[in-house]
């Protein structure tokens, strides 16, 4: 049991030992363990030192490379040198300039590169720089190893260091330098020599200089005069020399004494001016002198330059000039007055012939307007075959005369100036076709030949197509004119092609008589031919070839001929043209109608508006209106057609442009003036066919230009133009297209024509049988028997304006009558008032015109009547006549032609005697195309 306990106890204690044991050894482990820590920490520790010692390292190497770098590539050569002047370092520009490798310099002597003349100043700096410790600097002449035939120049910089107890030397090279000094050294001396030569010359230039030269002192004392001096003056050089210049014998004009003109050269101031001189003999010259003051260095004033020239002879001619000027501005004073009346004279003339010229084409065009439509209407009805060959001639006869107004038209508005080009798209081939066709007629009933040579390519060219036919029409015509046998060619050819445009060459060739060789020049001059012979026997005014050389220069291009007496001629003209538009193929064929019968399939009952004061004229215009089925309402003044274009819808206004109370162009401006009329088509119909005339018209808001003598085709394009929606837009968006006018290609002319019964100056118009003359003669008297006294009684009144309009309109209506009496004295009448004649001169005048007019509205009533008795007497109304008329007139109703209406008209007085009173509604209705009742209304007549 004891034992028991000494082992418990023993065991006890062993436990307690060993958990002490333990207890220490953890103790002791955790010491460990923290010293381990701190070992692991100053472990990491040194490792991080050590990666700063090798960036540090890093960055020692990197910057001894940069150095080495630096020293190596620096564009200064530098050396290390011993004590005694070995070379222990270098780099490679150093190496360089000593002409060896670095490696072989090594432990060279430096002095053995040195030139043996600058070894010296090298030793001397060598030892300086030991001795001293600071920089010492020099500049050597050095002798490359392998480069013995170049020397170059450096500049040395030694400077010692204590430590290593070694030389170190920095080397630039200046041999440019050196070398630019030596030739500036050169030049310095070059230019000196330069300089004493070029002093010597300048003496020399100043010694023989043909102007006087003097040099003074501030006080105008001479130091210096040249030989031209003492030559000019007659002084020598020792009696003027230490004497006043100005005080010897010059007199200056521009200022009051020397001390003035010194004090104002010492101001800096240059003297330009004549000077009024004396020879030593007395004689007095004139010299123009340059007085300057002669500036030092310093900008100091020491001397006065003096450089004179004797201008004595040149005063004295300048005098003479000035006298002659003088003279001469008296005379050019004269005759510029003399000009300028002159130009004003011409002006005025100039104005005069343009009003002239209009007038004169206002009074032949307004009556002929009438002519020409009745001659167009009359060759539409049935006429007898001598009726058909006089109203050839009388086709013949005014076209004649209206080619020759067109000529003298022309003529005065190129020279005036007045004359506008006009630009389309055409081809060579038309132009040569149009030619042909023109002369074909001629040519053949003579016998010749047309040959034709256009150019292969079928060019589109753009230009004024009218003007290039009517000059090569002047040259067809002439060739067919002077040619009696073998063939006339027509040529149109492309020449050349250039920025300004396509230069085309015209060409009209024939067989004819020929031209002598004299007689070229003048071929061109107006109203000139070959000789006096050529115009009695073939006629002519001389005008077409004078107008043909002025349209080819308007359009850039020449004019000329060549010929030989009795072997023919070739007169060719060139024009600068545009390229025109390619058409297309649908173009090509396209084959359009006659404006005429456009205009009657397509715009038949159109409803128009006719302003025209003239009765005769609104007969003329409704006939050929009514002619293509045309609805129309007839206006006689413009104020009346501006209250019908309020109550009515027209398609288009025709507006004449002299009416009274308003004209048209007024009318025009007042019916534009409100916005629901600004797209009605308005068209001038004028007597006026100048181009200024064209312009007011348009200005004054018309769409187009018509001009009278109305040419039935020219009307029916133009309604043609505007009726049609289409074109109407494509019109309006382009320039307004000319109207036809004076230079028409085709015109058709009325001709005056009188017949002279029982010795009285009366008219047999047209056929007093036709009931359509009838009515016109009627319309004549109607409306002018009572014109003379109501010009009268404007001029007693003093309304001259009023007295013009009634004269001017009796002249045309007279003119279509041929009564030459009351024409000549309302022609006169129109001129004097124009003029501004006095007033009893017009009153005596008017009275006799009065006097004449009333004689001949007498024999126009009386004609109506003796028509109708010889009418009745010898009862020449064939009954089957009237049936076919009828007839005729029902079967047209039938159709729904328009040929209808025009009949209505011829048959006017069969229809009144079986109408009866139902007649003008007959008419009304036909007016407004209402075919169908006029259909059975005549069927009425007919079974009745």
């Known amino acids: 049991m004891k034992n028991r306990g000494s082992d418990g106890k023993l065991r006890r204690q062993a436990e307690r030992e060993l958990l002490s044991a333990s207890r220490q050894t953890l103790i002791d482990s955790q010491d460990t363990i923290k010293l381990l820590h701190e070992l692991q920490v100053h472990q990491i520790e040194l490792e991080m030192q050590n990666d700063e010692l090798i960036r540090a390292h890093a960055e020692t190497d990197a910057a001894l490379n940069r150095y080495t770098s630096l020293y190596d590539f620096a564009p200064i050569g530098y050396f290390t040198l011993s004590p005694d002047g070995i070379i222990v370092r270098l780099n490679l520009i150093g190496a360089e300039l000593l002409g060896s490798s670095r490696a072989s310099l090594v432990g060279r002597r430096f002095a053995d590169f040195i030139s043996s003349d600058s070894r010296a100043v090298y030793t001397r700096m060598l030892a ?70 070029q002093l010597s010359k300048l003496s020399q230039a100043v010694e023989q200089s043909p102007n006087s030269i003097v040099i003074t002192d501030l006080h105008g004392i001479i130091e210096y005069v040249n030989k031209a001096y003492t030559d000019a003056t007659g002084y020598k050089a020792s009696e003027v020399l230490g004497h006043n210049l100005f005080t010897i014998q010059s007199e200056l004009t521009n200022v009051t004494t020397s001390e003035e003109l010194c004090r104002f050269l ?25 007085i300057s003051p002669v500036h030092q260095a310093d900008g100091t004033i020491t001397h006065f330059l003096a450089i004179k020239e004797d201008i004595t002879q040149k005063k004295m001619m300048a005098e003479e000039l000035d006298r002659h000027r003088h003279h001469l501005e008296e005379l050019v004073t004269i005759r510029t007055s003399e000009l300028v009346d002159a130009r004003i004279a011409a002006d ?18 307004t009556p002929m307007n009438a002519i020409i439509g009745l001659t167009y209407l009359l060759r539409q009805s049935h006429l007898t075959p001598a009726q058909c060959e006089r109203m050839d001639k009388i086709d013949a006869a005014a076209q004649h005369l209206m080619a ?56 589109r060219l753009r230009g004024d197509l009218t003007r290039i036919r009517q000059a090569m029409l002047n040259y067809a015509v002439n060739a067919v004119k002077f040619t009696e046998s073998g063939s006339i060619s027509l040529c149109a050819k492309l020449i050349n092609e250039n920025s300004k445009g396509l230069l085309v060459r015209f060409e009209v060739q024939d067989t004819g008589i020929g031209i002598a060789k004299e007689h070229l020049p003048m071929l061109f001059e107006i109203f000139s031919q070959a000789d006096s012979s050529t115009t009695r026997r073939y006629g002519g005014t001389g005008l077409g070839l004078a107008i043909t050389r002025r349209l080819a220069e308007m359009m850039g291009g020449e004019a000329g001929t060549e010929s030989a007496l009795g072997q023919g001629s070739t007169f060719w003209f060139t024009a600068r043209l545009q390229q025109g538009k390619t058409l297309t193929a649908a173009e090509k064929v396209e084959m359009p109608m006659d404006a005429e019968a456009q205009l009657s399939r397509n715009y038949a009952g159109a409803h128009l508006l006719l ?28 104020r009346i057609a501006l209250d019908k274009i309020q109550t009515n819808r027209y398609d288009l206004v025709l507006m004449d442009v002299q009416m009274p109370e308003l004209d048209g162009l007024a009318a025009t401006q007042k019916i534009r003036a409100q916005s629901c009329y600004s797209d009605l088509p308005i068209l001038a119909m004028t007597a006026n066919a100048f181009e200024e005339d ?33 074109k109407r837009r494509q019109v309006a968006a382009e320039s307004m297209v000319q109207s036809t006018g004076p230079s028409q290609d085709k015109t058709v002319n009325a001709v005056y024509e009188s017949v002279d019964k029982d010795n009285q100056d009366y008219p047999d118009l047209l056929n007093t049988d036709s009931p359509g003359s009838l009515h016109l003669l009627t319309l004549f008297a109607d409306g002018h028997s009572q014109d003379m006294k109501h010009v009268l009684t404007s001029l007693i009144r003093g309304d001259i304006q009023r007295a013009r309009r009634l004269t001017h309109s009796l002249s045309g209506a007279v003119a279509i009558l041929g009564a030459n009496r009351v024409l000549t004295l309302a022609v006169k009448l129109n001129s004097v008032l124009c003029q501004n ?41 064939d009954p089957e006549w009237v049936n076919k008329q009828l007839a ?47 259909l059975e209304r005549l069927r009425k007549i007919k079974s009745s």
């Not at 330009?272 to 123009?288: A, D, L, M, P, V």
């Not at 050929?624 to 006689?636: C, F, N």
Request: hydrophobic share 40%.
């Open 128 to 197: 300086s720089a030991f001795t001293s410790h600071i920089s010492e600097t020099c500049d050597l002449a050095l002798v490359p190893e392998g480069l013995n035939q170049r020397r170059p120049y450096v500049h040395i910089k030694a400077v010692v260091d204590e430590s290593e107890g070694m030389c170190n030397v920095a080397m630039v090279d200046i041999t440019g330098k050196k070398i630019a000094e030596d030739a500036l050294r050169e030049m310095e001396l070059n230019y000196r020599l330069r300089a004493e030569e």
């Open 266 to 290: 010492t101001s800096g101031k240059v003297y330009r001016g004549q000077i009024s001189c004396q020879r030593k003999n007395g004689e007095t010259y004139y010299e123009f002198a340059i």
């Open 348 to 365: 005025e003339a100039n104005r005069a012939k343009s009003v002239f010229l209009a007038n004169m084409s206002h009074e032949i065009r």
């Open 404 to 459: 020759i107004i067109n000529a003298i038209l022309d003529l005065s508005k190129i020279e005036a100036g007045r004359m506008e080009l006009e630009y389309v798209d055409f081809s060579l081939n038309s132009v040569i076709d149009y030619i042909r066709s023109s002369i074909s007629d001629q040519a053949k009933a003579k016998g010749l030949t047309l040959k034709m040579d256009v150019d292969d390519q079928p060019i």
């Open 611 to 638: 302003a025209e004061n003239n009765a005769i004229n609104r007969e003329v215009a409704l006939d050929l209106l009514h002619e293509v089925g045309m609805s129309v309402d007839v206006a006689e003044n413009g």
């Open 694 to 726: 064209r312009m007011n018209c348009l200005s004054a808001g018309m769409n187009d230009f018509i001009a009278k003598p109305v040419i039935p085709e020219a009307l029916y394009s133009a309604l043609l133009r505007w009726l049609s929606p289409e």
């Open 837 to 877: 004649a006095r007033v009893d001169e017009c009153i005596a005048l008017a009275r006799s015109c009065d006097h004449e007019l009333t004689q001949l509205v007498q024999r126009i009533r009386a004609l109506p009547e003796e028509s109708v008795q010889k009418e009745s007497s010898d009862n020449n109304i």
């Open 888 to 934: 005729e007139l029902e079967m047209l109703l039938v159709e729904d032609n328009v040929r209808a209406s025009r009949l209505v008209n011829d048959s006017a007085e069969l229809l009144k005697e079986r109408l009866g009173n139902d007649y003008e509604q007959f008419v009304e209705r036909m007016n407004v195309f209402d075919y169908e009742w006029a």
